[in-house]
């Protein structure tokens, strides 16, 4: 158990260490090649191709954070095949930080800028 006298210094220095999650660069390719499961939504474009909105689970399909908060950014810049979509990836993406307990997208203490 930590001593009280530390624990204040303690959690000071977690907190300078503590920067808010930067995005890590996922190629086109890299993507391209994410399960249908790795977007907040799966539209149908009129001409039957697929459109995929919002990348935020890796290939592994684990939620990664820069990315649902990067999703969460852009949800107003989609171009939706249908509107109605957009309600449904937003409250997914949601789903996502309620899981969470917290909002990893705050900006922290200690901005990276
Ligand atoms: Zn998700």
Redesign the pocket.
């Known amino acids: 158990m930590l001593a009280r006298w530390m624990a204040l210094p303690l959690a000071g220095i977690l907190l300078l260490l503590w920067r808010p999650a930067e995005a890590a660069t996922w190629s086109g390719q890299y993507v391209r090649q994410l399960p249908d ?2 977007f ?1 939504s799966v539209e149908t474009a009129p001409d039957g191709t697929k459109v995929r909105h919002l990348p ?2 890796d290939a592994d399909r684990k ?1 990664d954070l820069p990315h649902l908060c990067s999703a969460l950014g852009r949800l107003h810049q989609v171009k939706w095949v249908d509107p109605a979509n957009a309600e449904a990836a937003q409250r ?2 949601q789903d ?1 930080l309620a899981a969470l307990g917290r909002n990893p997208c705050q900006p922290g203490p200690r901005s990276p800028r």
Do not use: C, F, K
């Open positions: 499961t790795a907040a935020h689970h939620l997914h993406l996502h």
